[in-house]
């Protein structure tokens, strides 16, 4: 596929891997921390490290949104799709996520009807097809995929489609970018910043972390040779003396970001007082939820949700690998009682969670 | 392997690591036997100095008909396929029908004209059958079972234990066409491409090899792909497998398929491809020979056997880079064969 290729040029790759080398200091070491999953993926998957020198440390941040959906959300999504009458619609990633009581996909094969979709207006065309059934969509992601969900909800209004609700998960990335800042024994020196959400809500949003943390912030794409880019656009701003919010991109992101988009997620949805990130705990004015115009449509209105907290389970460290504190295989129970196909922890189960992509991909060549 | 879920769940279907587990936690501690142990493709059975390959493979593909073949083609192919990469010269299959009330007679006759096609293409009889119908309901339309049966020439020993550090990788074609034209028909995604299943028998690339010499292992790459195939071979030989991704043949179509849905080609099945290990100093001359077939003729060398680290499967990036190629851990596709 010709757009492919381009990206995955291996001559490209080698050219920026020695620029790289050639801007990096020797023996001091710069921590880059990408903060969405689908960046920790590419890595992984076409073994990235192996490009940079040792003095490059990537540190995977809390960019991937079925990893930060806390156990007791998973639960509520259980019990929702046991209701009866009730058709349960999400992403795939979200099937085998664990709860205290087992995964979605568990409950489908006790009987739950469990669809999985591909986007929101497949949930809502499920709906239209089977008026005798309740369809709940699971909404899960940041400002990346809430524009899907917010314009799913006004075709829903438009069209007064009754059987249709939302489980609104939604979460934002400043927040929790703040709260690792603002955590103990912080120790990372730049971010790669994820490219899709940017392309909603524009590079703005980081303004703060150069400003007020001192940390470059690079908003960058998802090919392998992207992400090598703006590593060299992290170490110039070090030898440059800079410390700015610099786009990579350019071919899709803008300052603004997309005012439509914007604008239909502020239409449906708000920002609630505080919501629980797996591993991060509560965090104020971080989570969304669906504005009260829209309550007809809201599953938390329509169901009565059980809501319990779940501790995460003892041995689980996905907290400390979502904020970089520590990588992946130095997690007590990585690759031994945590593995993919019986995940203790989020950060297993879906492909752009850090210990996957570590556990599928970099068993081989693990950095101390 | 341990079995430890309570109910099954369709990643126990999908090949990979949940399917191992449900065979050998479960199948095979109740029905154990020195035949069964090996879990071969195809059963490895002796009579009266014929040695013989045996095998069953179900098939609940959706949709029934898809473009490039139809659950005929595949049950015919699918069951010929394990017997050929047991090294066995497929000779009589059976056919069983689960039919659902109501499945219309002409579609069921397409079906049974494409096995006769199928059957007639493989050389092999369809020497006996069985029909079932069950309530409106109670299956999706049909379900195929096929089982055959083939004759092994003297002298022929395909097995993982005889794969050694330095022999060479071969793939007959292009990987994951049938997986994905099938997920495409299906009609969820929404996507459109020009991708036909590759559904096809591999019997003649398999005895073009086998007559070169130098064969150590065959398989097909079906559910679970040519990921999880070679992770089989890697920990029943105690080898690494490296491959190399510039290597790799796949349709563009079917790369940009994979690569809108997330799915890594590496794990989509195919219904009419040859997995060879094969000696290195053989390896130029089995791939002229693949590619001197029709069937053959995007056959390349992907990748080569290692001695370390043991039980893996390696993929050299096209980028430069080095990571692991993991078992398909299962993951809630559709139903493809």
Known sequence: MRFLDEFRSGELARRLSREIG????????????????????????????????????????????????????VDDAIFLAEQPGVTFATFGDMLR???????????????????????????????????????????????????????TLLRCREE????????????????????ILDSPGLRLDAFIAPGHVSTVIGTGTYDFIARDYGRPVVVTAFEPLDILQAVVMVLRQFREGRCEVENQYTR?????????????????????????????????????????????????????????????????????????????????????ACTPERPIGTCMVSAEGACAAYYNYGRVAMKA | MKLRDDVVTLAHGAGGKATRALVEGLFLEELRNPVLEPLGDAALVELEGTRLAFTTDSYVVKPIFFPGGSIGDLAVNGTVNDLAVAGAVPLWLSAGFVIEEGFPVADLRRVARD???????????????????VERGNADGLYVNTTGVGALAPGVDVRPDRVQAGDRVLLSGTLGDHGMAVMIARGDLRLEADIESDTAPVHELAAALLELGGVRWMRDPTRGGLATALNELARHAGVAVVLAEDALPVLPEVAGACEILGIDPLYVASEGRLIAVVAAETAAAALAALRSRPLGANAAVIGSIGDDPQGLVLLDTSLGGRRIVDALVGDPLPRIC
């Open chain 1, 22 to 73: 050639a801007q990096v200091e020797p023996g001091r070491e710069v921590r880059i921390m990408e903060v969405c999953g689908g960046h920790t993926h590419v890595i992984s998957k076409h073994g990235l490290e192996d490009l940079v020198p040792d003095e490059i440390d990537f540190l995977h941040g809390p960019g991937c949104p079925v990893c930060v959906i806390p156990m007791g959300r």
């Open chain 2, 115 to 133: 096995m006769a096609g199928a059957a007639e293409a493989a050389g092999v009889a369809i020497a006996t059958g069985d029909t079932k119908v």
């Open chain 1, 97 to 151: 996520v664990p709860g205290g009581r087992g995964s979605l996909l568990q409950a489908k094969a006790r009987g739950a009807d469990v669809r999985m979709v591909y986007s929101p207006l497949d949930a809502l065309e499920l709906a239209r097809r089977n008026p005798d059934r309740r369809v709940v969509f699971l909404a899960i992601g940041f400002e990346t995929t809430a524009p899907a969900t917010a314009v």
């Open chain 1, 160 to 179: 007064g489609i009754g059987n249709f609700s939302v489980f609104c998960n939604h979460v934002t990335i400043g927040p929790p970018l703040r709260a």
């Open chain 1, 252 to 336: 899709v992101v803008r300052r603004e970001g997309n005012p439509r988009a914007i604008a239909a997620i502020s239409e449906t949805m708000e920002l609630g007082e505080t919501f629980e990130w797996r591993g991060l705990g509560w965090i104020e004015r971080s989570g969304l939820r669906l504005r009260p115009e829209f309550a007809d449509w809201d599953a938390e209105v329509c169901f009565e949700l059980p809501g319990n907290r779940v501790e995460d389970p003892k041995a689980c460290q996905c907290g400390e690998v979502l904020v970089g504190a520590i990588k992946p295989w130095e997690c007590k129970v990585f690759g031994t």
